[in-house]
C-alpha cells in the first residue's frame, strides 16, 4: 500500500498547471516510427498467421502509419493489430490519429470510427490463430459521427481488470470525460502508464481517465489457443499495439518516454524524470 500511495505522488508530480502533455523538461523522448516503414513493428491479424499483413492493411503512406481495408471484399471480423517489438513497464506514449473515409464492408456498427492503443498487452506470438484481441489494456480511440456525443481515450478491458475508487472494476469498457472530435481532425491521446499501480488517459492535453491495479481476468477475448496469464494476476509490463477494427485510421508522431532507468544522480545516464529505478542500467565514469 505505501508503494501504491507512493506511485500516486509520483505521478500527480509530473503534471503542471499548464498542462502535462506541455511540460517543458529534458526528457528523452523516443521515435517508436522511421516514417518509411514497419520496422519494428509486428502484424497480427485474426485468422492469418503472425506477421502476415493481409491486405496490406498496415502500411506507410506519406510519413504516417495507416490502416486501409481497400483489398477487403468483406471486413469478416478480421480485427487486427500492429505491435511494437520492444516491450514497457512505466512509460509515456503520445500519438496523433484520426479517422478517414468509410467504413469496410459488414464492419461491426460499434467499430464505426474506433480504433485503440493497447496497453501492458500479450505478445502476438502468444496470440491463438484465430483470437480476436490480445489480452491488454485498451485505450479506446473514437471520432463523432458528427451528431452526438462521442468520448475518447476511454477504457476497454480485453481479458483484463482494473480498479477504479479502490475498487474492482469488471464492466468491459467506461467512457471518460473527454470531448468529442468530430471530422478527419488530428487529436493527441497520451497514456501514463506506471506498471501495475497507475495508468492515465490524456485527450489534446487534458487528463480524461484514471484507473489502478491494470491485471488479469474478464472476457471480451475470443480464440485464445491457450489462457493467457492467471486471473489476478498485476500487469506490470507488455507489449504496446495500434489496432485495426474496421475503420480507416491514421497516425503519426509516435514517440515514447521511458520512465526506468538509472536514478542515481552520479551516473551519467541518471534521468531526473525517472520513476522506476534500475541500479543495473546505472553508467558511470
Same mark, same amino acid.
Given at each position: 500500500?505505501?508503494?501504491?500511495?507512493?506511485?500516486?505522488?509520483?505521478?500527480?508530480?509530473?503534471?503542471?498547471?499548464?498542462?502535462?502533455?506541455?511540460?517543458?523538461?529534458?526528457?528523452?523522448?523516443?521515435?517508436?516510427?522511421?516514417?518509411?516503414?514497419?520496422?519494428?513493428?509486428?502484424?497480427?491479424?485474426?485468422?492469418?498467421?503472425?506477421?502476415?499483413?493481409?491486405?496490406?492493411?498496415?502500411?506507410?503512406?506519406?510519413?504516417?502509419?495507416?490502416?486501409?481495408?481497400?483489398?477487403?471484399?468483406?471486413?469478416?471480423?478480421?480485427?487486427?493489430?500492429?505491435?511494437?517489438?520492444?516491450?514497457?513497464?512505466?512509460?509515456?506514449?503520445?500519438?496523433?490519429?484520426?479517422?478517414?473515409?468509410?467504413?469496410?464492408?459488414?464492419?461491426?456498427?460499434?467499430?464505426?470510427?474506433?480504433?485503440?492503443?493497447?496497453? @501492458?498487452?500479450?505478445?502476438?506470438?502468444?496470440?491463438?490463430?484465430?483470437? +480476436?484481441?490480445? &489480452?491488454?489494456? #485498451? *485505450?479506446?480511440? /473514437? =471520432?463523432?459521427?458528427?451528431?452526438?456525443?462521442?468520448?475518447?481515450?476511454?477504457?476497454?478491458?480485453?481479458?483484463?481488470?482494473?480498479?477504479?475508487?479502490?475498487?474492482?472494476?469488471?464492466? @468491459?469498457?467506461?467512457?471518460?470525460?473527454?470531448?468529442?472530435?468530430?471530422? +478527419?481532425?488530428? &487529436?493527441?491521446? #497520451? *497514456?501514463?502508464? /506506471? =506498471?501495475?499501480?497507475?495508468?492515465?488517459?490524456?485527450?489534446?492535453?487534458?487528463?480524461?481517465?484514471?484507473?489502478?491495479?491494470?491485471?488479469?481476468?474478464?472476457?471480451?477475448?475470443?480464440?485464445?489457443?491457450?489462457?493467457?496469464?492467471?486471473?489476478?494476476?498485476?500487469?506490470?509490463?507488455?507489449?504496446?499495439?495500434?489496432?485495426?477494427?474496421?475503420?480507416?485510421?491514421?497516425?503519426?508522431?509516435?514517440?515514447?518516454?521511458?520512465?526506468?532507468?538509472?536514478?542515481?544522480?552520479?551516473?551519467?545516464?541518471?534521468?531526473?524524470?525517472?520513476?522506476?529505478?534500475?541500479?543495473?542500467?546505472?553508467?558511470?565514469?
Amino acid at each position: 500500500m505505501k508503494q501504491i500511495s507512493r506511485f500516486f505522488i509520483i505521478a500527480l508530480s509530473l503534471i503542471s498547471i499548464s498542462g502535462f502533455a506541455q511540460q517543458k523538461t529534458t526528457e528523452q523522448w523516443e521515435s517508436m516510427f522511421n516514417g518509411k516503414d514497419l520496422s519494428n513493428w509486428t502484424v497480427k491479424i485474426r485468422n492469418h498467421p503472425v506477421g502476415e499483413n493481409f491486405g496490406n492493411t498496415f502500411r506507410v503512406d506519406d510519413g504516417k502509419i495507416v490502416v486501409r481495408y481497400d483489398a477487403y471484399e468483406k471486413f469478416d471480423e478480421r480485427f487486427g493489430h500492429l505491435f511494437y517489438n520492444k516491450h514497457y513497464g512505466y512509460y509515456r506514449i503520445r500519438l496523433e490519429y484520426r479517422f478517414v473515409g468509410e467504413q469496410a464492408k459488414e464492419g461491426p456498427g460499434w467499430a464505426y470510427r474506433n480504433s485503440g492503443i493497447m496497453v @501492458h498487452g500479450q505478445t502476438p506470438k502468444t496470440m491463438g490463430l484465430n483470437q +480476436d484481441f490480445p &489480452v491488454s489494456i #485498451e *485505450v479506446q480511440l /473514437l =471520432g463523432g459521427n458528427g451528431k452526438e456525443k462521442r468520448t475518447t481515450c476511454n477504457l476497454c478491458t480485453p481479458g483484463t481488470n482494473v480498479e477504479m475508487n479502490g475498487k474492482l472494476f469488471t464492466p @468491459h469498457c467506461i467512457n471518460s470525460n473527454s470531448a468529442t472530435y468530430h471530422g +478527419d481532425q488530428w &487529436v493527441t491521446a #497520451e *497514456v501514463l502508464v /506506471l =506498471g501495475d499501480s497507475v495508468i492515465r488517459h490524456y485527450a489534446n492535453g487534458i487528463e480524461v481517465l484514471s484507473y489502478q491495479k491494470p491485471q488479469i481476468g474478464g472476457g471480451n477475448v475470443s480464440g485464445q489457443d491457450k489462457e493467457f496469464g492467471v486471473t489476478g494476476q498485476m500487469l506490470q509490463r507488455g507489449s504496446i499495439s495500434l489496432q485495426s477494427e474496421s475503420h480507416p485510421v491514421e497516425f503519426r508522431k509516435i514517440e515514447i518516454l521511458n520512465l526506468e532507468g538509472c536514478m542515481d544522480p552520479k551516473a551519467v545516464n541518471y534521468k531526473s524524470y525517472y520513476i522506476k529505478s534500475v541500479p543495473s542500467s546505472c553508467k558511470y565514469k
